[in-house]
């Protein structure tokens, strides 16, 4: 049975070469889970980016009100953090950083949920 959110599953798509980007560690932890088994998909725990950053994730505020709500967070980059961050602090990848590292020329399809990171990229 599938944990979370099986519309980003690949049951549709058994031949195609699936890159699952999952920032949370939690969520990373349930999409290991989702994807035993399935050859054809490449999990790994990290952020999609501009640049090959290290990123953390942020409180949303709406008219100075913190939504502190786990859907309420986005994604920023850090360029100086400490030792109490380490265990939020994640990879952000690129775009072409992926197509090398799988060996594709391009792809053909996406399916993005970058929580408003989305002028970044």
């Given amino acids: 049975m599938l944990k979370g959110h ?7 798509f058994p031949v195609a070469n699936i890159i699952s980007l999952e920032p949370s560690k939690k ?3 349930t999409l290991l889970l989702n994807v035993n088994g399935l050859g054809n998909v490449n999990p790994l725990p990290a ?10 994730f ?3 505020t709406v008219n100075g009100n913190s939504w502190e709500r786990e859907w309420g967070l ?7 953090w400490n030792e109490m961050e380490a265990e939020i602090i994640m990879t ?11 060996d594709l020329p391009s792809f ?14």
């Fill in 58 to 60: 942020v409180n949303c």
């Fill in 47 to 56: 952020g999609l980016w501009k640049s090959m950053s290290q990123l953390r």
């Fill in 92 to 102: 952000g990848l690129t775009v072409e950083f992926l197509l090398r590292l799988f």
């Fill in 6 to 12: 099986s519309n980003v599953m690949p049951l549709g």
């Fill in 108 to 121: 053909d399809f996406a399916k993005i949920d970058i929580e408003r990171s989305e002028k970044e990229i």
């Fill in 74 to 80: 986005q994604v920023e980059e850090v360029s100086n």
């Fill in 27 to 29: 969520n990373y932890e």
